[in-house]
């Protein structure tokens, strides 16, 4: 990126950050897939997807890696973890 940058620019200092893929499904407002950076929290989440919906069970949370099923329960008491 630094290369293709210094024929427009004489040295280009170039920040990456590296965005993990989320998809954010079931009993929220906003059910989307979402770009997230690795340091995210659960909590800051399911806030980007408007929350949980009125018929979200806060305690039915579950987060899926490779098709394993993790079931996280009060997602507020672990919200500091990453996603």
């Known amino acids: 990126v630094r290369t293709r940058l ?5 040295d280009p200092n170039v920040d990456l950050i590296v ?13 989307d897939v979402l770009f997230v950076e690795p340091v995210t929290t659960l909590q800051d989440v399911i806030a ?4 949980l919906a009125e ?7 579950e987060i899926v890696r490779n098709g ?7 997602w507020k008491d672990v919200a500091r973890s990453p996603a």
């Open 6 to 10: 210094a024929v427009y620019l004489r």
């Open 19 to 31: 965005l993990r893929r989320v998809a954010v499904l079931g009993a929220v407002k906003k059910p």
């Open 48 to 51: 980007q997807a408007g929350g």
């Open 55 to 61: 018929d979200g069970d806060p305690n039915r949370i």
């Open 68 to 74: 394993e099923r993790v079931p996280v329960g009060r």
